[in-house]
């Protein structure tokens, strides 16, 4: 696989599982798979560990690994796992968002 993705295998899946992923969210499924593929291209991924604090200001995020736990805006409890994303701001915007179990 290395010889036909490049040196960079890990990233390539990552990329792989961050595209299938947001395919299945219904406003930026509209976008065609280049546009899509943009969309991965100036998203930035890291690695947070459990209790560290979600930086300001996130509009999107994708679950790649772990899981993340914070509060809507209505104060209900939000859980993301693998394979799941938040479209908007509000788990950023909180005071007590944080990874759970280290999360991607």
Same mark, same amino acid.
């Given at each position: 696989?290395k010889e036909v993705l490049g040196e960079d295998l890990a990233g390539c899946l990552e990329r792989s599982f961050m595209l299938s992923t947001l395919r299945r969210?219904?406003?930026?499924?509209?976008?065609? &798979? /280049?546009?899509?593929?943009?969309?991965? @291209?100036?998203?930035? *991924?890291?690695?947070?560990?459990?209790? +560290?604090?979600?930086?300001?200001?996130?509009?999107?995020?994708?679950?790649?690994?772990?899981?993340?736990?914070?509060?809507?805006?209505?104060?209900?409890?939000?859980? &993301? /796992?693998?394979?799941?994303?938040?479209? @908007?701001?509000?788990? *950023?915007?909180?005071?007590?968002?944080? +990874?759970?179990?280290?999360?991607?």
């Amino acid at each position: 696989l290395k010889e036909v993705l490049g040196e960079d295998l890990a990233g390539c899946l990552e990329r792989s599982f961050m595209l299938s992923t947001l395919r299945r969210l219904p406003i930026i499924s509209q976008l065609s &798979l /280049a546009q899509l593929v943009r969309l991965v @291209d100036v998203m930035e *991924a890291g690695t947070y560990e459990a209790g +560290a604090d979600i930086p300001p200001g996130l509009r999107l995020a994708v679950v790649i690994d772990g899981e993340l736990t914070g509060r809507d805006r209505d104060g209900k409890t939000v859980q &993301l /796992a693998r394979g799941t994303w938040h479209e @908007d701001d509000c788990l *950023a915007d909180m005071d007590d968002s944080s +990874a759970a179990e280290g999360s991607r």
